[in-house]
Nanobody, 125 residues
Framework: QVQLVESGGGLVQAGGSLRLSCAAS????????MGWFRQAPGREREFVAA????????RYADSVQGRFTISRDNAKNTVILQMRRLKFEDTAVYYC??????????????????WGQGTQVTVSS
């Protein structure tokens, strides 16, 4: 059974930082591209960042480019989202996802096969 478990969310002031982690089990982690998505209240879920199976290629949404960094550790079956200079509009539930398209950095949620339950990030202004 595939499980993706996010952690690291919480409440932070604008301008601060948070580090989200996603621990994967039940799948051959290094054969999957990994992504982060988020959903704010009243809004659709949106792409945040993705990383190729090897970690050699990444993709970011324009809204987080230069502030967020995605990385992975295939030995630990973990993907990280380091978030810096957080803004009020970054407030959302953040989801980790795994995609079978390991050679790409997919940004369409339809390209993802497995999802975590999400972790809440709240940025106070």
């Amino acid at each position: 059974q595939v499980q993706l478990v996010e952690s690291g969310g919480g409440l932070v002031q604008a301008g601060g930082s948070l580090r989200l982690s996603c621990a994967a089990s039940g799948l051959s982690f290094s054969r999957y591209a990994m992504g982060w998505f988020r959903q704010a209240p009243g809004r659709e879920r949106e792409f945040v960042a993705a990383i190729k199976w090897s970690g050699s290629s990444t993709r970011y949404a324009d809204s987080v480019q230069g502030r967020f960094t995605i990385s992975r550790d295939n030995a630990k079956n973990t993907v990280i989202l380091q978030m810096r200079r957080l803004k009020f509009e970054d407030t959302a539930v953040y989801y980790c996802a795994a995609s079978r398209y390991d050679l790409r950095t997919p940004q369409d949620e339809d390209d993802y096969d497995y999802w975590g339950q999400g972790t809440q990030v709240t940025v106070s202004s």
